[in-house]
């Protein structure tokens, strides 16, 4: 069979939820709802450590996090892995471009892509005084070197008055265009005019919002702020302690104490995805204009979610859903992919480590020993088949430091600093409103995914488990010495 062309469609900080097909009685996403349409959706994806680089990991290795070595969020750390998805695409004769977000070190690291137009967001670590010049956002950054050439060299993105893990939102202050949501569709656009034709191409189109900061145009605002908005869910086991001493800083992981600002906060956010959605709709447009939509697989998902004030938290690199649950769609054109369910549904547990496989698999490329996911492509096909009956998530965060596992029907979550457990029956509970901890009828169930726990854990550095019962308290950097490689 032919090779098909494959676009990747990264988005950074978006919850599984926050999509018209999922069901949001708020958000509207009339593009990626005709990919889901026309696709497979993954309702059980996940982001096993939900935090940018972490996940950027899984994304590029096809690794689970203790073999790539990122169980947490740490910038600086060399990027040197073997075998990466745009590496073996390219050995698989594929022209590969990325545009957008990469989030590596350092910044050029192309880990494998032909070409790379660069634009990782707003990042205060690439900003500082100390970084080399080469390292420099100013100077390494695409889209910003770009933005000064067009509007002057004091331009930045910072006029808003927004931080880039703020919640304060408030719409963009130029002209449309200047936006980097469609900077990236733009330079996307610009690679399938000046494509070679006769090769397949991997486009990774690799978009920074709905990440804060929560600034869409004026007219993505506009369909929100009159609106009755969903609350975001609060559990009966939360507690407001952090949020009454952190809920007045402007990038707290609490969110903001006044109501008012959450609502704002949730305008500016779904306001950000509405108008990724109208961006990608121009991506979809030009490949159905361009005659090779038919011949094109697309992949949409995103690194993590955002909690939005859930649980009166936010941000990610929490164990609940509004952090690690992410979306996932799988379309294609009629030429590629004929076996495709078309407008199917698959629960299988899924993780951000499957993509590279599935990509390989679709192109007819062999999948290197080094990768742990697995090929999604079965499931495209029979929806209703299993992948993996759990996933082991975790990430380290200091006092909150979580490890969790996860099933199509519920989760455990271990709390690694203090041993505090959780249990949630996602069936019936699927915004974990209770934890069932203590729940004489689940306690058997727990023990099971507890003992997935310690399975999981077992031979760490950290020493998280003797084999018998997990340990808290432990050191646990954000970095194993398996994400050096030489």
């Known amino acids: ?4 062309n494959i676009v990747l469609i990264m988005t950074d900080q978006l919850r599984a939820d926050c999509l018209g097909y999922a069901g949001h009685p708020d958000v509207k996403t009339p593009y990626l709802d005709t990919l889901a349409s026309k696709g497979v959706v993954f309702d059980r994806a996940y982001s096993a450590c939900p935090s940018c680089i972490a996940a950027r990991a899984a994304l590029h290795t096809g690794r689970e996090q203790s073999r790539h070595g990122r169980v947490g969020y740490e910038d600086g750390l060399p990027w040197n892995y073997h075998h990466t998805m745009a590496e073996e695409l390219s050995a698989a004769g594929y022209y590969t471009q990325c545009v957008g977000k990469m989030h590596v070190h350092p910044l050029r690291n192309y880990l494998g ?14 900003r500082y005084g100390s970084v080399p010049y080469s390292e420099s956002q100013f100077v390494a950054d695409d889209y910003f070197y770009w933005l000064k050439e067009e509007l002057g060299v004091s331009t930045d993105v910072t006029e808003t008055g927004l931080d880039c893990n703020s919640y304060l939102a408030r719409p963009w202050t130029r002209e449309e265009r200047y936006h980097p949501t469609n900077w990236v569709t733009d330079r996307s656009l610009d690679f399938l005019r000046r494509r070679d034709p006769r090769k397949p191409f991997f486009l ?32 009966t086991w939360e507690t407001e302690e952090y949020l009454k001493r952190d809920g007045r800083i402007f990038d707290s992981k609490t969110g903001p104490i006044d109501p008012e600002l959450a609502r704002q906060a949730q305008i500016g956010y779904y306001a950000c995805i509405t108008h990724l959605d109208h961006q990608i709709g121009r991506l979809i447009m030009a490949l159905i204009e361009q005659e090779i939509y038919d011949d094109t697989v697309i992949l949409f998902t995103a690194d993590h ?25 799988i379309s294609a054109g009629r030429n590629v992919l004929p076996g495709l369910s078309s407008g199917s549904v698959c629960h299988s547990v899924a993780e951000l480590r499957d993509i590279m496989p599935t990509l390989l698999d679709m192109a007819g490329a062999p999948v290197p020993d080094t990768v742990d996911g697995t090929s999604l492509l079965p499931l495209v096909e029979a929806p209703g088949q299993q992948l993996r009956s759990w996933l082991h998530g975790e990430h380290s965060y200091g006092e909150f430091s979580n490890h969790w596992i996860v099933t199509e029907t519920d989760k455990y979550i271990w709390h690694s600093q203090d041993g505090r457990e959780q249990y949630f029956n996602l069936s019936e509970d699927p915004h974990e409103l209770q934890d069932l901890i203590h729940d004489q009828n689940a306690q058997q169930r727990i023990e099971e995914l507890r003992q997935l726990l310690i399975q999981s854990l077992d031979g760490r550095p950290e020493g998280f488990t003797d084999g018998r019962k997990l340990i808290a308290g432990r050191p646990y950097p954000p970095s194993l010495p398996s994400a050096i490689l030489p």
């Open 305 to 329: 979610g955002e909690e939005l004030c859930d649980h009166h938290m936010f941000r990610k690199s929490r164990p609940y859903e509004g952090s690690c649950h992410i979306p996932l769609i």
């Open 204 to 235: 990774m189109a690799s978009y920074l919002r709905p990440h804060p900061p929560f600034d869409a145009p004026q007219h993505y605002f506009d369909l929100y702020s009159a609106k009755d908005l969903r609350p975001p869910f609060v559990g």
């Open 113 to 126: 892509f032909h070409n790379v137009d660069l634009h990782d967001g707003y990042l205060h670590c690439a």
């Open 1 to 4: 069979m032919k090779q098909p």
